[in-house]
């Protein structure tokens, strides 16, 4: 099982409506949860960050968080043409790489387009 | 500006001639790491270090070195390329090993 997973997509929506982009976790004990923003061939860009089970809203983006179902998502609401990127999840976790050392572990982004 | 800086943006080079990638970083981070990222596989952690003088293995370390003797610079070095470590190349650093991470520009490398 992977640490982070997230779905790969790619997911469409139209210009306007609400994006849901989700996330599960592996490890009970992360505390630190992050949504980047990839445009091709970018580095990533952090977009919203969570620590506490429920809702955090930053403009048109609002993070949700449960730890209990081990699951964070990102909405994003009034989808333009240029949100379309691909969304990162990242969790504070531990990595059986790093000999259980805890560090920020990436999932494998969520490819989302916008359409006008 | 707080930022991460790396160099080159862009690299094409031939196998088996040693290269160096530079990261600097400007915000006291203790936390760095190098990913490579390649099509449909995400994110991967080549090399991380926890502080200057410790550096530990990523998820692919293999055929990659670094260093950490400043807090600022952590360089990946490939001594040998390969055709097979053609990808974009990300240098992030951070306070904390799990807190929120910044990144570099990129380095987009070509092993012909």
Known sequence: QKEVEQNSGPLSVPEGAIASLNCTYSDRGSQSFFWYRQYSGKSPELIMSIYSNGDKEDGRFTAQLNKASQYVSLLIRDSQPSDSATYLCAVNAERISSGSARQLTFGSGTQLTVLP | ?112
């Open chain 2, 1 to 112: 500006e707080a930022q991460v800086t790396q160099n080159p943006r862009y690299l094409i080079t031939v196998t088996g001639k040693k290269l160096t990638v530079t990261c600097s970083q400007n915000m006291n981070h203790e936390y760095m790491s190098w990913y490579r990222q390649d099509p449909g596989l995400g994110l991967r952690q080549i090399y991380y270090s926890m502080n200057v003088e410790v550096t530990d293995k990523g998820d692919v370390p293999e055929g990659y070195k670094v260093s950490r003797k400043e807090k600022r610079n952590f360089p990946l070095i490939l001594e040998s390329p390969s055709p097979n470590q053609t990808s974009l190349y990300f240098c992030a650093s951070g306070p904390r090993p799990t807190s929120e991470a910044f990144f570099g520009q990129g380095t987009r490398l070509t092993v012909v």
